[in-house]
Protein backbone atom coordinates (compact mmCIF):
# COMPACT_ATOMS: atom_id res chain seq x y z
CA UNK A 1 0.00 0.00 0.00
CA UNK A 2 1.47 3.58 -0.87
CA UNK A 3 2.52 5.84 1.76
CA UNK A 4 0.66 8.69 1.65
CA UNK A 5 3.04 11.69 0.65
CA UNK A 6 4.28 14.07 3.62
CA UNK A 7 5.49 17.02 2.17
CA UNK A 8 7.91 19.27 4.12
CA UNK A 9 7.04 22.88 4.04
CA UNK A 10 9.69 25.77 3.52
CA UNK A 11 9.20 28.13 6.63
CA UNK A 12 9.46 31.64 6.36
CA UNK A 13 12.89 33.01 7.63
CA UNK A 14 11.30 35.05 10.28
CA UNK A 15 10.16 32.03 11.51
CA UNK A 16 13.01 30.11 12.13
CA UNK A 17 14.57 33.58 13.26
CA UNK A 18 11.95 34.03 15.81
CA UNK A 19 12.57 30.52 16.76
CA UNK A 20 16.25 31.39 17.84
CA UNK A 21 15.18 34.77 19.65
CA UNK A 22 12.49 32.54 21.97
CA UNK A 23 15.57 30.35 22.62
CA UNK A 24 17.89 32.69 23.75
CA UNK A 25 14.96 34.08 26.34
CA UNK A 26 13.29 30.67 27.00
CA UNK A 27 16.98 29.42 28.01
CA UNK A 28 17.98 32.28 30.33
CA UNK A 29 20.94 33.59 27.88
CA UNK A 30 18.88 36.92 28.06
CA UNK A 31 16.88 37.62 31.35
CA UNK A 32 13.61 40.09 32.08
CA UNK A 33 14.54 43.61 31.49
CA UNK A 34 17.52 42.83 28.87
CA UNK A 35 17.87 44.75 25.73
CA UNK A 36 17.38 42.49 23.00
CA UNK A 37 20.64 42.51 20.57
CA UNK A 38 20.33 45.12 17.59
CA UNK A 39 19.45 44.68 14.17
CA UNK A 40 22.32 44.77 12.83
CA UNK A 41 23.81 41.92 15.09
CA UNK A 42 21.35 39.95 14.83
CA UNK A 43 21.48 40.24 11.02
CA UNK A 44 25.26 39.17 11.19
CA UNK A 45 24.33 36.18 13.73
CA UNK A 46 21.51 35.07 11.60
CA UNK A 47 23.29 35.37 8.34
CA UNK A 48 19.57 37.05 7.24
CA UNK A 49 17.84 40.25 6.31
CA UNK A 50 16.60 43.16 8.40
CA UNK A 51 12.61 42.12 7.63
CA UNK A 52 12.97 38.62 9.10
CA UNK A 53 14.69 40.37 11.93
CA UNK A 54 11.69 43.03 12.17
CA UNK A 55 9.16 40.75 11.81
CA UNK A 56 10.38 37.93 14.15
CA UNK A 57 10.66 40.59 16.55
CA UNK A 58 7.44 41.48 15.92
CA UNK A 59 5.92 38.16 16.82
CA UNK A 60 8.04 37.92 19.75
CA UNK A 61 5.89 40.93 20.92
CA UNK A 62 2.56 39.85 20.59
CA UNK A 63 3.17 37.19 22.68
CA UNK A 64 4.23 39.42 25.57
CA UNK A 65 7.54 38.27 24.98
CA UNK A 66 9.43 41.55 24.87
CA UNK A 67 8.08 45.10 24.39
CA UNK A 68 8.94 47.66 21.72
CA UNK A 69 9.46 50.93 22.40
CA UNK A 70 10.04 53.38 19.36
CA UNK A 71 13.78 54.66 19.13
CA UNK A 72 14.92 52.30 21.57
CA UNK A 73 15.96 48.59 21.96
CA UNK A 74 13.18 46.00 22.49
CA UNK A 75 13.32 44.52 26.37
CA UNK A 76 12.47 41.09 27.56
CA UNK A 77 9.44 41.07 29.83
CA UNK A 78 8.72 39.45 32.69
CA UNK A 79 6.47 37.16 32.53
CA UNK A 80 3.56 36.66 35.44
CA UNK A 81 0.32 35.04 35.10
CA UNK A 82 -1.79 38.86 34.69
CA UNK A 83 0.15 39.75 31.20
CA UNK A 84 -0.25 36.48 30.18
CA UNK A 85 -4.03 36.49 30.32
CA UNK A 86 -3.58 40.21 29.03
CA UNK A 87 -2.21 38.66 25.92
CA UNK A 88 -5.54 36.60 25.28
CA UNK A 89 -7.90 38.99 26.47
CA UNK A 90 -8.66 40.60 22.70
CA UNK A 91 -9.14 36.72 21.69
CA UNK A 92 -11.30 35.61 24.42
CA UNK A 93 -13.94 38.61 24.10
CA UNK A 94 -13.90 38.03 20.28
CA UNK A 95 -15.01 34.35 21.28
CA UNK A 96 -17.82 35.63 23.49
CA UNK A 97 -19.17 38.00 21.08
CA UNK A 98 -19.72 35.03 18.91
CA UNK A 99 -21.23 32.44 20.77
CA UNK A 100 -24.04 32.62 23.50
CA UNK A 101 -23.23 29.37 24.74
CA UNK A 102 -19.40 30.59 25.78
CA UNK A 103 -20.69 33.09 27.81
CA UNK A 104 -22.85 30.88 29.70
CA UNK A 105 -19.99 28.39 29.93
CA UNK A 106 -17.57 31.47 31.48
CA UNK A 107 -20.37 32.02 33.68
CA UNK A 108 -20.27 28.59 35.13
CA UNK A 109 -16.74 28.70 35.40
CA UNK A 110 -16.59 32.05 37.36
CA UNK A 111 -18.98 30.67 39.93
CA UNK A 112 -17.34 27.26 40.36
CA UNK A 113 -13.65 29.15 40.12
CA UNK A 114 -15.16 31.54 43.46
CA UNK A 115 -16.32 28.66 45.05
CA UNK A 116 -13.02 27.15 45.75
CA UNK A 117 -11.93 30.85 46.33
CA UNK A 118 -14.35 31.12 49.02
CA UNK A 119 -13.25 27.67 51.00
CA UNK A 120 -9.67 29.00 50.83
CA UNK A 121 -10.22 32.19 51.87
CA UNK A 122 -12.48 31.43 54.71
CA UNK A 123 -9.37 29.05 56.10
CA UNK A 124 -6.70 31.82 55.35
CA UNK A 125 -8.11 35.37 56.19
CA UNK A 126 -6.41 37.62 58.56
CA UNK A 127 -8.26 40.75 60.06
CA UNK A 128 -5.97 42.46 57.37
CA UNK A 129 -8.26 40.79 54.53
CA UNK A 130 -11.74 41.44 56.51
CA UNK A 131 -10.93 45.01 56.75
CA UNK A 132 -10.08 45.30 53.47
CA UNK A 133 -13.26 43.72 52.14
CA UNK A 134 -15.33 45.85 54.45
CA UNK A 135 -13.72 49.07 53.39
CA UNK A 136 -14.89 47.87 49.56
CA UNK A 137 -18.27 46.73 50.33
CA UNK A 138 -18.18 50.90 52.10
CA UNK A 139 -16.88 52.38 49.14
CA UNK A 140 -19.66 50.09 46.96
CA UNK A 141 -22.61 51.35 49.35
CA UNK A 142 -21.10 54.78 48.73
CA UNK A 143 -20.71 54.42 44.85
CA UNK A 144 -24.98 53.53 44.50
CA UNK A 145 -26.69 55.65 41.68
CA UNK A 146 -22.73 55.30 40.00
CA UNK A 147 -23.14 51.94 37.48
CA UNK A 148 -19.58 52.35 36.30
CA UNK A 149 -18.07 52.56 39.86
CA UNK A 150 -20.66 50.34 41.68
CA UNK A 151 -19.29 47.39 39.04
CA UNK A 152 -15.82 48.35 39.51
CA UNK A 153 -15.81 48.19 43.59
CA UNK A 154 -17.87 44.98 42.72
CA UNK A 155 -14.89 43.48 40.61
CA UNK A 156 -12.52 44.89 43.34
CA UNK A 157 -14.64 42.89 46.08
CA UNK A 158 -14.32 39.23 44.18
CA UNK A 159 -10.43 39.76 43.33
CA UNK A 160 -9.33 40.66 46.98
CA UNK A 161 -11.29 37.35 47.79
CA UNK A 162 -8.61 35.59 45.61
CA UNK A 163 -6.38 37.58 46.86
CA UNK A 164 -6.59 36.26 50.25
CA UNK A 165 -5.01 32.85 48.75
CA UNK A 166 -1.66 33.96 48.33
CA UNK A 167 -1.57 32.32 44.49
CA UNK A 168 -0.89 35.38 42.27
CA UNK A 169 -2.45 32.81 39.16
CA UNK A 170 -5.99 32.83 41.05
CA UNK A 171 -5.69 36.42 41.02
CA UNK A 172 -4.99 36.44 37.22
CA UNK A 173 -7.70 33.81 36.62
CA UNK A 174 -10.61 36.24 38.59
CA UNK A 175 -9.16 39.39 37.39
CA UNK A 176 -9.47 38.05 33.83
CA UNK A 177 -13.11 36.62 33.96
CA UNK A 178 -14.51 39.27 35.60
CA UNK A 179 -12.81 41.84 32.89
CA UNK A 180 -14.65 39.66 30.16
CA UNK A 181 -17.68 39.59 31.86
CA UNK A 182 -17.75 43.11 32.65
CA UNK A 183 -18.60 43.34 28.64
CA UNK A 184 -21.60 41.64 28.54
CA UNK A 185 -23.12 43.41 32.07
CA UNK A 186 -26.53 44.30 30.82
CA UNK A 187 -26.76 47.65 33.29
CA UNK A 188 -30.70 47.91 32.94
CA UNK A 189 -30.96 44.88 35.22
CA UNK A 190 -28.34 46.56 38.17
CA UNK A 191 -30.56 49.44 38.27
CA UNK A 192 -33.71 48.15 39.79
CA UNK A 193 -33.34 47.87 43.44
CA UNK A 194 -31.09 44.90 42.94
CA UNK A 195 -27.40 46.69 43.93
CA UNK A 196 -28.77 46.53 47.57
CA UNK A 197 -29.37 43.21 47.45
CA UNK A 198 -25.65 42.84 45.80
CA UNK A 199 -24.13 44.86 49.33
CA UNK A 200 -26.20 42.80 51.54
CA UNK A 201 -24.83 39.30 49.99
CA UNK A 202 -21.30 41.07 50.24
CA UNK A 203 -21.71 42.00 54.17
CA UNK A 204 -23.00 37.94 54.82
CA UNK A 205 -19.95 36.86 52.45
CA UNK A 206 -17.42 38.48 54.86
CA UNK A 207 -19.52 37.62 57.90
CA UNK A 208 -18.61 33.84 56.95
CA UNK A 209 -15.28 34.59 56.20
CA UNK A 210 -14.39 36.10 59.41
CA UNK A 211 -15.78 33.50 61.29
CA UNK A 212 -13.77 31.15 59.29
CA UNK A 213 -16.45 29.06 58.22
CA UNK A 214 -16.03 27.21 55.50
CA UNK A 215 -19.20 25.75 54.13
CA UNK A 216 -20.72 29.25 54.92
CA UNK A 217 -18.55 30.89 53.27
CA UNK A 218 -19.25 28.93 50.18
CA UNK A 219 -22.78 28.98 50.42
CA UNK A 220 -23.00 32.72 50.83
CA UNK A 221 -21.14 32.96 47.80
CA UNK A 222 -22.71 30.62 45.61
CA UNK A 223 -26.51 32.18 46.77
CA UNK A 224 -24.70 35.95 45.66
CA UNK A 225 -23.45 34.45 42.28
CA UNK A 226 -26.56 32.44 41.08
CA UNK A 227 -29.00 35.27 41.97
CA UNK A 228 -26.66 37.76 40.08
CA UNK A 229 -25.89 35.79 37.12
CA UNK A 230 -28.70 37.16 35.20
CA UNK A 231 -27.03 40.11 35.21
CA UNK A 232 -24.54 39.06 32.64
CA UNK A 233 -26.01 39.00 29.47
CA UNK A 234 -25.40 39.47 25.50
Known amino acids: ?13 SDEVF ?7 TSGELQPGDEMPSERVL ?14 MQSLANKGLVSISHGERAKVLRLTAKSIFRQVDLTAKIMLSQS ?10 RIFF ?29 SLGRAEAFIDADM ?16 AVSEAMLAWLKEYHTEML ?15 IVDRLE ?6 SETALLKHLERSRALYAK
Open 156 to 171: EFHTRIAQISGNPIYV
Open 43 to 56: MERFGVGRPAIREA
Open 190 to 204: IWTGKEKFTLAEHDE
Open 19 to 25: DRLERLI
Open 211 to 216: ANDIDG
Open 100 to 109: ADSLEHLKSA
Open 1 to 13: MTQPLEQIVRRKL
Open 114 to 142: ERGMAREAAQRASATDIADLRDIIERQRM
